[in-house]
């Protein structure tokens, strides 16, 4: 069964750092493209970050670039989100998924399986 799982979560200051996790069960990794996704109280889920498993491309979202890091873990079958700086507009729920096709997207509806949820505050 596939099964995603996110981790890392949490509340820190601003200018702080997290290093979100996303481990995948039932399936090997490798060939996936990977998503992660953030939704704040009463906004749309938007792409933060994504990576490729086909060419080894990465999207950042203006927002996190130069702040965020995606990077993966083949022989642990997980993803990491390394975000560093973090601002109070980082604040969210954030999502891992997975797109078959290994491609790299921003758009929700390209990823096919997602875990549950971590929840980050960035608060003072």
């Known amino acids: 069964q596939v099964q995603l799982v996110e981790s890392g979560g949490g509340l820190v200051q601003p200018g702080g750092s997290l290093r979100l996790s996303c481990a995948a069960s039932g399936f090997t990794l490798d060939y996936y493209g990977i998503g992660w996704f953030r939704q704040a109280p009463g906004k749309e889920r938007e792409a933060v970050s994504c990576?490729?498993?086909?060419?080894?491309?990465?999207y950042y979202a203006d927002s996190v670039k130069g702040r965020f890091i995606i990077s993966r873990d083949n022989a642990k079958n997980t993803v990491y989100l390394q975000m560093n700086s973090l601002k109070p507009e980082d604040t969210g729920v954030y999502y891992c998924?997975?797109?078959?096709?290994?491609?790299?997207?921003?758009?929700?509806?390209?990823?096919?399986?997602w875990g549950q949820g971590t929840q980050v505050t960035v608060s003072s």
């Open positions: 990576s490729s498993s086909t060419d080894g491309s990465t």
């Open positions: 998924a997975t797109d078959g096709s290994g491609y790299c997207s921003a758009y929700a509806v390209s990823y096919d399986d």
